[in-house]
């Protein structure tokens, strides 16, 4: 884990979802869900996670900020779901904030 991330304070995910999330309009049951989702895929705590988090830096898992496997099976399950669903995705999904907010509305 990169230092940024192992010196972050941990946040439970109603903490998560309670500091980031709940002016958003968006259901504490899918923010969590979905968060501790990305945690799983990455390998990463869920506590150390902040929607501004971005795949390709914060969440990379080496120093080169590639691209991790991770990151690649989250988004083919938000296209898989959205082709299901009929969804159009038209934006990047860059950060932790994107993937949430995409497939809260899909989900």
């Known amino acids: 884990m990169m230092d940024i991330l192992r010196e972050r304070e941990e946040l439970s995910p109603p903490g998560f979802y309670d500091q ?3 002016e958003s309009g968006l259901d504490q049951e899918t923010v969590v ?3 501790k989702h990305d945690a799983d895929e990455l390998r990463l705590p869920p506590g150390k996670l902040r929607p501004g ?3 390709s830096k914060e969440l ?3 120093d080169a900020h590639g ?3 991770g990151y690649g099976v989250l988004i083919f399950e938000l296209q898989s779901l959205a082709r ?3 969804v159009a995705i038209n934006q990047k999904v860059d950060s932790l904030d994107d993937y949430i907010r995409i497939m809260a509305g899909i989900y």
């Open 67 to 69: 691209w991790d496997s």
């Open 60 to 62: 990379s898992p080496d």
């Open 20 to 22: 980031y999330y709940a």
């Open 33 to 35: 869900e979905l968060l």
């Open 53 to 55: 988090d971005r795949f």
């Open 84 to 86: 299901k669903r009929g």
